[in-house]
């Protein structure tokens, strides 16, 4: 598994801006309310960052070897994916109400509950794609020692180590 990479989170940031700022358009050509996500979304979105961030924390903890029990190589890996996908979403989400509010900012000013809106989804959007990183670093294996014996008693000469192929 690959590594996050920021120039790719961006462009996606980026993209969906574009996407959201034309379906703003569309809603507001066609007399439609702004397509933001209720308040209600935050509750969801801060239950994924708390989940990440309280599963990341123990795969931390299992590799400072402050944990009693053996950690599931599964479940190392599922917090991994877990913690991409919400860099990925985090991305998504704050580019489609950055488009929105580029559009609605001049014309319904600061006071308007869409704009207030489209600003807290932003910085739910940056919340998630900070915590999938930091979860992502967390879920790091470091590298081996190259002079060590691999399973079949000889020595490796290659820089390989991170887990699943993320380093």
């Not at 066609?30 to 308040?39: G, I, K």
């Not at 979105?45 to 590799?63: D, E, N």
């Not at 070897?65 to 877990?82: E, H, M, N, S, Y």
């Amino acid at each position: 598994m690959s590594a996050l990479r920021p120039m790719w989170l961006l462009t996606i940031c980026l993209g969906t801006a574009v996407a959201g700022w034309i379906a703003q358009l569309y809603a507001a050509s066609h007399s439609l309310v702004a397509p933001v996500l209720h308040w209600t979304s935050l509750l969801t979105l801060g239950a994924v960052v708390l989940i990440t961030l309280a599963l990341g924390l123990r795969v931390l903890r299992y590799r400072q070897g402050k944990l009693k029990r053996r950690l599931d190589p599964i479940q190392a890996a599922r917090t991994l994916v877990l913690a991409q996908s919400s860099a990925y979403a985090g991305a998504l989400i704050a580019g489609w109400h950055l488009g929105i509010l580029i559009d609605l900012l001049p014309a319904a000013g600061v006071t308007s509950s869409a704009v207030l809106l489209s600003f807290v989804m932003i910085a739910a959007g940056v919340v998630m794609v900070i915590v999938g990183w930091v979860v992502e670093q967390f879920c790091k294996l470091p590298p081996e020692d190259p002079s060590a014996p691999d399973a079949g008693g000889h020595k490796r000469e290659d820089n390989e180590g991170y887990a699943a192929g993320t380093g």
